[in-house]
């Protein structure tokens, strides 16, 4: 990245808009917390999936994108089938 003029505090994720990775950021912070019990966790994790569905294919899309399987399989799972 520093080859490419990228030596910013900016990463490029054409793939990521500013609003979805946030989100992304959000939830990472709260799983990585110290002293946060698995069920928080779990209480946190059915909240922040329940979310439009536009939205819900944008979280999808970005853990996609970032090779994010944990994060991928939770919004999965939300999704309505049929």
Same mark, same amino acid.
């Given at each position: 990245? @520093?080859?490419? +003029?990228? $030596?910013? %505090?900016?990463?490029?994720?054409? %793939? @990521?808009?500013?609003?979805?990775?946030? *989100? $992304?950021?959000?939830?990472? *912070? *709260?799983?990585?917390?110290?002293? $946060?019990? *698995? +069920?928080?966790?779990? +209480?946190? +994790?059915? /909240?922040? @999936?329940? @979310?439009?569905?536009?939205? &819900?294919?944008?979280?999808?899309? /970005? /853990? %996609?994108?970032?090779?994010? #399987? #944990?994060?991928?399989?939770?919004? $999965?799972?939300? &999704?309505?089938?049929?």
């Amino acid at each position: 990245m @520093v080859e490419d +003029d990228c $030596v910013s %505090n900016i990463i490029p994720l054409p %793939n @990521v808009d500013s609003k979805t990775m946030t *989100k $992304v950021i959000e939830y990472w *912070k *709260k799983h990585s917390e110290e002293g $946060v019990s *698995k +069920d928080m966790l779990i +209480d946190f +994790d059915k /909240a922040f @999936v329940n @979310v439009h569905h536009s939205i &819900l294919y944008d979280f999808i899309l /970005a /853990a %996609n994108f970032l090779t994010i #399987r #944990r994060y991928w399989i939770l919004y $999965v799972k939300k &999704l309505p089938i049929g």
